[in-house]
């Protein structure tokens, strides 16, 4: 039943407007009233006495694009407020997809985003090719969330040009044929498209994306000027000489053609605490010079938990280190040990200005389990220590630390960005960015990355008062769909989807994730507690109450095509 009436709140409708108190009432899945005191006509009731009633949360960076596949329930998403969410991002997505092309696909999604190759197989129908008929597979059964979806340019190319799409520019003939499929989807409901100027597979090549000539990815643009409206996200590589020339790129295509853009993302680091503010001013720029174009950040710490069954945290080390994750057992240990290969790590080690894991902060790398008793009294120090203790350059150190272990210790590469909460604070209150890059369903053998919202809502409006709550509960609702172009989403007024989450400030919490062994092959993930929430709402049906799913999945695939609100 989609008809849900909200008593005893005080609402924030998502326009940054001050908080008032008023019941909420939805009919068919739409707000149709707001005001004090409305009388329940057989509406489910919620009682959100001592609560605010907020528009529910959009995460516009994740990718919960193969989970949602395996669970529905989308858990823990839910459960931190969360309504509406954007997948297809990183050039990356499930479709479009042929047959034959599903080893690769597979492959470079799972290494990038840290995914068990067995659950994509196993959990993932893969009954569609066209992103029309994905479209349709997503909405067989329900989801918990609302899902809008991007094409993945890595993806589209594939799926045109085969294996070529790792090795060439595309022909005339596959522009247009990678064009025709993006009008298709547009037109199903697509909201554009992600490319990527950074990402590497596991053998160290360039995604296709990259690939991409300055006319292909002005060709798709075009689809979504024709269409009138449309999203790219996209990646620049931020290292190198010039960080800022991929953004400039885009501008150069996009500006032109009136798309708006999102690129992922900037991050506070104190080794470069200047950065945030370049990236902000050099955006804004391009905005002045009538390009929407808009960067966007995630307000969380991100610590890496090293897996050493998968992981990209060493793509920045092709050469040496990363080789490492492509073999297993004794090989693993015979590379380790080999003196031509710890050549090639060190001397990588030293000119790598920017890596996942941090080889210019050692002292961020901490040990959290071992397999040898020896090594006990080095649980929770550092890379730093035990160099300092032994000796050497840290690349060995750390090579014969995995030895020593049986190939399998437990580390952390702690506080990799986002560390200074003062500089974290700066960035997320600054309008010039957008909070949205939390990568909420990457990454699960890593970290668990739902719950962004929880935290800016604790930590930084509650405990430190960086952001006023209508404010912050703006930044996660009404703007992203101001800038996304989720038309119906994003405030709760008469007209507009019943997406709503009610919560008592005080009772908010954000807590450390955890493993646990619930993915289609029995593989664990990092899960974060719920996190404190009243209740949560789809389109007037309620997904969460006190922390617990209710097993109701309300939401759909979103259409792009939805211009205005109902009225």
């Given at each position: ?6 008593r005893?709140g ?5 326009t940054?407007?001050?908080?008032l108190?008023?019941?909420v009432?939805?009919i068919?899945?739409?707000v149709t009233?707001v005001?004090?005191s ?5 509406e489910?009731?919620?009682d959100?006495g ?10 516009s960076?994740t990718?919960?694009d ?7 329930g ?6 931190h407020?969360v309504?509406?969410?954007l997948?297809g991002n990183c ?11 599903l ?12 995914m068990?190759?067995?659950d ?5 129908p893969w009954?569609?090719?066209s ?7 997503m ?9 809008a979806?991007?094409?993945g340019h ?6 045109v040009?085969?294996?070529?799409a ?11 044929a990678?064009?025709?499929e993006?009008t ?12 990527s100027?950074?990402?590497l597979?596991r053998?160290?090549r360039?995604?296709p994306?990259?690939l ?14 024709a269409a009138g ?10 290292t ?13 295509v ?13 991050s506070?680091?104190?080794?470069a605490p200047?950065?945030p503010?370049e990236y ?5 720029a ?12 995630s307000?969380?710490t ?10 990209m ?20 240990q ?7 290969w ?9 000119a790598?200005e ?14 959290t389990s071992?397999?040898?008793?020896d ?8 890379l ?6 032994r000796?050497g350059h840290?690349s060995?150190v750390?090579a ?8 399998e210790?437990g580390?952390?590469?702690m506080g ?6 003062d500089?974290?604070?700066?960035m997320i ?14 990454h699960?053998?890593m970290?668990c ?32 769909a ?5 038309n119906?989403?994003g ?13 008592d ?11 646990v ?6 593989a664990?993930?990092l ?6 929430y ?8 309620l997904?969460?109450v006190?922390?617990s799913?209710?097993?109701?999945n309300?939401?759909a695939?979103l259409?792009a095509?939805?211009?205005?609100p109902?009225?």
């Amino acid at each position: 039943m989609s008809d849900l009436i909200i008593r005893g709140g005080n609402l924030i409708d998502g326009t940054g407007a001050p908080a008032l108190p008023a019941d909420v009432r939805i009919i068919g899945g739409v707000v149709t009233e707001v005001g004090p005191s409305l009388t329940p006509n057989g509406e489910t009731e919620l009682d959100a006495g001592g609560c605010y009633v907020a528009p529910g949360f959009i995460d516009s960076h994740t990718h919960l694009d193969p989970s949602m596949f395996w669970d529905r329930g989308c858990d823990p998403m839910p459960q931190h407020g969360v309504t509406t969410a954007l997948i297809g991002n990183c050039s990356l997505s499930l479709a479009p997809a042929k047959p034959e092309q599903l080893d690769e696909l597979i492959d470079v999604f799972c290494y990038i985003e840290d995914m068990p190759i067995a659950d994509f197989e196993s959990g993932i129908p893969w009954t569609w090719g066209s992103w029309r008929q994905y479209r349709d597979a997503m909405n067989q059964g329900g989801i918990a969330l609302n899902m809008a979806s991007l094409i993945g340019h890595s993806m589209l190319r594939i799926y045109v040009m085969g294996d070529d799409a790792w090795a060439r520019e595309a022909t005339a003939e596959e522009i247009q044929a990678m064009a025709a499929e993006m009008t298709d989807a547009m037109e199903a409901g697509c909201f554009g498209f992600s490319t990527s100027f950074f990402d590497l597979d596991r053998r160290s090549r360039p995604v296709p994306s990259r690939l991409a000539c300055d006319g292909e990815l002005s060709a798709l643009a075009d689809v979504l000027a024709a269409a009138g409206h449309g999203l790219v996200e996209f990646i620049p590589n931020l290292t190198g000489e010039d960080p800022e020339a991929d953004i400039r790129r885009m501008a150069r295509v996009l500006g032109p053609r009136g798309v708006t853009s999102i690129w992922n993302g900037i991050s506070h680091s104190d080794m470069a605490p200047h950065r945030p503010e370049e990236y902000m001013a050099f955006t804004q720029a391009i905005r002045d010079e009538g390009c929407d174009m808009w960067p966007i950040s995630s307000p969380r710490t991100v610590d890496l938990n090293v897996s050493w069954e998968q992981t990209m945290v060493f793509m920045m080390l092709p050469k040496g280190w990363n080789q490492i994750m492509g073999v297993k057992g004794q090989a693993r240990q015979e590379m380790l040990a080999d003196p031509g290969w710890r050549e090639i790590a060190r001397n990588e080690w030293d000119a790598t200005e920017k890596s996942l894991f941090p080889i210019n902060r050692p002292d961020f790398a901490r040990f959290t389990s071992v397999t040898s008793p020896d090594n006990k009294a080095w649980l929770g120090r550092s890379l730093a220590d035990l160099t300092e203790a032994r000796g050497g350059h840290p690349s060995d150190v750390f090579a014969d630390w995995i030895l020593e272990n049986d190939l399998e210790p437990g580390v952390v590469a702690m506080g990799v960005s986002n560390s200074n909460t003062d500089g974290v604070a700066q960035m997320i209150s600054d309008d010039r960015c957008l909070i949205s890059a939390s990568d909420a369903g990457a990454h699960v053998q890593m970290m668990c990355a739902a719950g962004d919202t929880t935290l800016l809502l604790t930590r930084h409006v509650r405990d430190r008062g960086d952001l006023e709550l209508e404010e912050a509960v703006y930044e996660i609702t009404g703007r992203q769909a101001e800038i996304l172009g989720f038309n119906d989403r994003g405030r709760l007024l008469p007209g507009y989807a019943g997406d709503v989450t009610v919560f008592d400030l005080e009772e908010l919490s954000w807590d450390t994730d955890s493993f646990v062994s619930d993915l289609p092959s029995g593989a664990p993930r990092l899960r974060r507690p719920a996190g404190g929430y009243r209740a949560t709402a789809v389109n007037g049906v309620l997904t969460q109450v006190e922390g617990s799913l209710t097993g109701a999945n309300p939401g759909a695939v979103l259409d792009a095509n939805t211009s205005e609100p109902t009225r």
